[in-house]
């Protein structure tokens, strides 16, 4: 290992980059778009759905419960319906995503009890709709009766780390592992096999340079430009998102570093298995599907079935969003978080060393 | 050990791609401080040879000895000993020529402090000084041939590969390029040129023809003319196409070739003389005058190329 021809190789690389303007763009591009988009867009607390009113009743309280209903500002009563097959049609042409119907017998239940006085339709072809109708069916119909009686509930949840539940605060740090995945991965895997596609791998083993070297020299730049988007995602995620870090800045830095140069092992590795820079891009895609989707950063893993979980631990996108969450929303330190550090290492350790396995010094 | 004046020794070279044998049992004694050239058509193994003598190719069979070091056993030490120029051009086409040249510098283990002084040097010698901050990318075929020869002989190798190397360039960049390497081998450099073209072939010291993977002949250019076993007949005719219709099939005619209205011949010198080609076009009414010609390196080439496939057409 020589340390002028490692540097050479790295300055080389920090040349022709800073000729390539897309790839110099989507840098800082690709984390800035992406944390507009999913920390505005990205929001499970679902508010305003369309909804249409069937008010069988139509008594005052009828009336009342279905102002008090829009005024939860869950739905908004976009269409009146007049018959059951109105509802029906709404809901099937997608004008609207769920509908509250008020039997014709509603005083009467709510004064029995007996039964529910209010049905509420949900399309159930969005799941996100579905949990937003749960929101509904807790609705207090009991104050409708005796507008006095407060009725303490069953269960009170108490939730640390993000009170007012603000969907951001949970996307905006496992958004740097997603953004730090698609990157790191893609920007390493293409770089390392423009050189064979390009003709310049030839040339460059004919020289004392070994593998090692030449892999190094080319990843160096891309773990200060990972760095970079790490700094970019949380600075914006502070300033618009306003998403706080509780635990220590530089464990944040120390488990991006890890979860970087994973990354970047996965990379390598997919640059010895494809032959040209448009294949390499289509193994990189490959693997960021099952990692955004089985990392938790998405779905939550408690949910996943089993086989699901034990792919998603291979994964080095779910030890992050671990790490990230537990550092930056539970103000947690890396010794607590130590395991997933590991699994990072491990990672790394096997990719690297069956990618050094399979570059060869030769053509053939 | 090879002899001390031999640069490359190489035994029963031999590179099978699959089914396929590219390079078959080529044996080469290549001499120190000369211009070797490889003649040979496209497919022919020469890319396929030059890249195993370089170690950057394992051999299927056979043993190679360059610069003394057993190949592919030694190619790590090799490559700080010898330059290799590629078909493609390969250096960075969107760095600068002075990037490019310092940059090999850097990889090649020039020492820091000699860099400048030898950069100042190669882009005097090979007129690069207004091109250095140019990107290598712009530059014209010559130019960037310039450049890929200034990089490949930067750390003064005792040794240059070069693989068609003059194949985008246009002819009066071909005869400075050729009065470069003749250059380098007057101050010792041993050269291995791979060409297409004759007029480079002839310009060699010494010549291997590859056909199909097979080396055909090999020696100075001048003595392969010499030796040639077949003999050159030249008819000047007015109508050349229906003379080389007639004499196509004619027993010992090995090859004919219209240049301008004169009919080149080649045949075995025992089966055909002059007085037969003359005979034959008299009987199909063709008026010719026929003399003896000399035989060049194309007349070599051909010989040497077509031998088997004819052997092989007789035997079927």
Redesign the interface.
Known sequence: M?L??L???V??EL??LR??RLTFAMIIGIPTMQLLLFGFAINLDVRHLDAAVLDQAGTARSRELVAQLGNAQVIHAAYRARTPADVADLLRAGKVSAAVVVPPDFEARLERGDRAPLQIVVDGSDQVVQQAARQLAAFPLQSLKNPDARAAPGVEIVNFYNPERRAPVNTVPGLIGVILTMTMVLFTAMALVRERE????????????SPWELTLGKVLPFVAIGLVQVSVVLLLGRLIFAVPIRGHLVDVYAAALVFIVASLSLGVFLSTLARSQFQSMQLAFFTFLPQILLSGFMFPYAGMPRPAQWLAEILPLTHFIRLIRGIALRGAGLAELWPELAALGVFTAVLLGVSVARVHK??? | MALPELAIRARGLTRRFGAVTAVDGVDLDVPRAQVYGFLGPNGSGKSTTI?ML?G???PSGGDIEVLGLRI?AQS?AL??R?G?M?Q????????TVG?NL???A????VP?AATRTRIAELMDTYRLGELRAQ?AGTLSGGQKQRLALA?AVLHRPELLFLDEPTSAVDPQSRREFWESLFALADAGTTLLVSTHYMDEAERCHRLAILDRGRLVADGAPRRLCADLAYGVWLVQAEAARAAQQTLAGLPGVVALAQIGAELRVLAQRDVVDGDALGARLAAAGVTAQIERGTPNLEDVFVAATQRPARAAEAAA
Do not use: W
């Open positions: 020589s002028r021809r540097s050479s190789i300055l080389k040349r022709q000729r390539d390009r003709g310049n791998m030839e040339m460059l083993i004919a020289t004392p340079v030769r053509l053939d | 890249r370089c950057l190719l394992t592919p790590e490559k700080r010898i290799y590629t493609k051009f390969s250096l960075y086409e969107d760095l990037e310092e940059f090999l850097a990889v090649h283990d820091r990107l990089g």
